[in-house]
């Protein structure tokens, strides 16, 4: 066979030399996601750690408005409300405005009673029309928000008594448009998978998240446990409820349009993972077509952007490729794969696979398990990291569960199929409000 160089020929074959340069792209672009994480690893290790409105105890408190994102959450509802109520942000400067999307269960006569005994604290908005989904739902309740920032959680998450003040004192910076506090699961020890999105979670807030803010680069809004300035949102063009990824979508948009997102990596909040492989899969696919929804959108606007640095514009294109990612690995195994059984006859084709597989493992998303070990270590769970060789199941569940998504979003596109939200289920037994 004839070879010229390490190369395969173009001439003499030409379908391995062209499946070889695919393959070297493929490697390239996944190694820089890996130089991508490695430097938010480092940057949580050793770096400046800036948390700028975390001093803020006493002010003149704005008005604000809690919303909770409710449809069928009659067993955690009323947790989420007793928790706001006892919060120490003062009553007469927040209203709680329970959203109940069309709910079947008991989650109305639930929001209801807390009414009946708080008129003065809570209105609730009962939906029973209108478009499906949390972000259709959220757009029609923040017409009712009294002042100017408004605060959301969805009806699983339970907040601290401090966690409102933390969430508001980056909103003093008039600059700031959403803010974003730190996701924890309050279900972790259920079983093999709940430990798993533990490890997740802490990875993607307590090192990903706090990373972006150390450089100043693009903390995202995720959707609950932070907030919005509604002024904000309006400059930008409202809340948009065409999107399974409100949250990614009003980030951008804030972004590109010059205001900036605060995470607040100390503002903890507690929220439930699923615990059921069926309902992660779904949920998973759910924020796969939401945030490429965002990227067919928003990405030459953002990337054409005059208010944001190179850093911000790089970290938020590598971001907006996120759930494109799996597919680009699934193609680049096929390469390997491929190139491996055409028996190419380079030395550089024949180990091609073997390279791109120690590439993918060490430097591609895999370098995600790096961010996960620096996690654990600054939680002070060392016990933990025993699991994290079982994290490449999530992950391989995750690579064919988005990349399926990506499908169903093309055809759903094609077909002009209405996009359907599939609610998390919920594990915890009801609450009542005794």
Same mark, same amino acid.
Request: hydrophobic share 50%; charged share 20%; proline share 4%.
């Given at each position: 066979?004839?070879?010229?160089?390490?190369?395969?020929?173009?001439?003499?074959?030409?379908?391995?030399?062209?499946?070889?340069?695919?393959?070297?792209?493929?490697?390239?672009?996944?190694?820089?996601?890996?130089?991508?994480?490695?430097?938010?690893?480092?940057?949580?290790?050793?770096?400046?750690?800036?948390?700028?409105?975390?001093?803020?105890?006493?002010?003149?408190?704005?008005?604000?408005?809690?919303?909770?994102?409710?449809?069928?959450?009659?067993?955690?509802?009323?947790?989420?409300?007793?928790?706001?109520?006892?919060?120490?942000?003062?009553?007469? +400067?927040?209203?709680?405005?329970?959203?109940?999307? +069309?709910?079947?269960?008991?989650?109305?006569?639930?929001?209801?009673?807390?009414?009946?005994?708080?008129?003065?604290?809570?209105?609730?908005?009962?939906?029973?029309?209108?478009?499906?989904?949390?972000?259709?739902?959220?757009?029609?309740?923040?017409?009712?928000?009294?002042?100017?920032?408004?605060?959301?959680?969805?009806?699983?998450?339970?907040?601290?008594?401090?966690?409102?003040?933390?969430?508001?004192?980056?909103?003093?910076?008039?600059?700031?448009?959403?803010?974003?506090?730190?996701?924890?699961?309050?279900?972790?020890?259920?079983? =093999?998978?709940? +430990?798993?999105?533990?490890?997740?979670?802490?990875?993607?807030?307590?090192?990903?998240?706090?990373?972006?803010?150390?450089?100043?680069?693009?903390?995202?809004?995720?959707?609950?446990?932070?907030?919005?300035?509604?002024?904000?949102?309006?400059?930008?063009?409202?809340?948009?409820?065409?999107?399974?990824?409100?949250?990614?979508?009003?980030?951008?948009?804030?972004?590109?349009?010059?205001?900036?997102?605060?995470?607040?990596? +100390?503002?903890?909040?507690?929220?439930?993972?699923?615990?059921?492989?069926?309902?992660?899969?779904?949920?998973?696919?759910?924020?796969?077509?939401?945030?490429?929804?965002?990227?067919?959108?928003?990405?030459?606007?953002?990337?054409?952007?005059?208010?944001?640095?190179?850093?911000?514009?790089?970290?938020?294109?590598?971001?907006?490729?996120?759930?494109?990612?799996?597919?680009?690995?699934?193609?680049?195994?096929?390469?390997?794969?491929?190139?491996?059984?055409?028996?190419?006859?380079?030395?550089?084709?024949?180990?091609?696979?073997?390279?791109?597989?120690?590439?993918?493992?060490?430097?591609?998303?895999?370098?995600?398990?790096?961010?996960?070990?620096?996690?654990?270590?600054?939680?002070?769970?060392?016990?933990?990291?025993?699991? =994290?060789?079982?994290?490449?199941?999530?992950?391989?569940?995750?690579?064919?569960?988005?990349?399926?998504?990506?499908?169903? =979003?093309?055809?759903?596109?094609?077909?002009?199929?209405?996009?359907?939200?599939?609610?998390?289920?919920?594990?915890?037994?009801?609450?009542?409000?005794?």
């Amino acid at each position: 066979m004839q070879t010229l160089g390490l190369l395969p020929s173009f001439s003499a074959q030409p379908v391995a030399a062209a499946m070889a340069c695919l393959l070297m792209v493929v490697v390239l672009f996944m190694v820089l996601y890996g130089v991508r994480h490695f430097m938010f690893t480092m940057s949580r290790l050793i770096g400046e750690q800036r948390h700028p409105y975390l001093d803020i105890a006493v002010a003149q408190w704005p008005v604000i408005t809690v919303f909770i994102a409710a449809h069928n959450e009659e067993k955690v509802i009323a947790g989420c409300i007793e928790a706001l109520l006892n919060t120490d942000y003062p009553a007469n +400067r927040m209203t709680i405005i329970p959203v109940n999307d +069309r709910s079947t269960d008991a989650t109305a006569q639930i929001v209801n009673s807390y009414h009946e005994r708080y008129p003065s604290r809570l209105s609730p908005f009962h939906r029973t029309g209108g478009k499906p989904g949390k972000s259709a739902a959220l757009k029609d309740a923040l017409r009712f928000a009294d002042g100017d920032i408004a605060i959301i959680f969805d009806a699983d998450y339970v907040p601290g008594r401090g966690l409102l003040k933390q969430l508001v004192a980056p909103f003093f910076d008039p600059e700031v448009g959403a803010v974003m506090g730190r996701v924890v699961p309050v279900n972790s020890g259920a079983n =093999l998978l709940t +430990r798993l999105l533990d490890l997740e979670r802490s990875a993607g807030y307590q090192v990903d998240q706090q990373a972006r803010m150390n450089m100043n680069l693009m903390p995202q809004y995720g959707g609950t446990v932070g907030g919005v300035r509604m002024s904000a949102v309006e400059a930008v063009g409202g809340w948009h409820d065409d999107t399974l990824a409100e949250d990614t979508d009003i980030t951008y948009r804030l972004m590109f349009n010059g205001w900036k997102t605060a995470y607040t990596n +100390r503002s903890e909040c507690y929220e439930e993972v699923p615990e059921d492989w069926r309902v992660r899969i779904k949920q998973v696919k759910r924020w796969a077509k939401g945030h490429n929804q965002v990227l067919a959108r928003h990405w030459w606007k953002f990337a054409a952007s005059p208010y944001l640095t190179a850093g911000q514009r790089v970290d938020g294109l590598l971001l907006l490729f996120v759930f494109v990612i799996p597919l680009v690995m699934l193609a680049g195994w096929c390469l390997a794969l491929g190139l491996y059984f055409l028996n190419a006859g380079s030395l550089l084709s024949q180990l091609i696979p073997v390279f791109a597989l120690m590439v993918y493992g060490t430097l591609g998303n895999f370098a995600a398990f790096f961010e996960i070990v620096i996690a654990v270590l600054i939680d002070g769970n060392r016990r933990r990291l025993r699991l =994290l060789p079982l994290n490449i199941l999530g992950f391989m569940v995750s690579l064919f569960a988005i990349s399926g998504a990506v499908g169903s =979003l093309v055809m759903d596109s094609l077909l002009r199929r209405e996009l359907v939200w599939d609610k998390t289920v919920r594990y915890r037994k009801k609450v009542g409000n005794a």
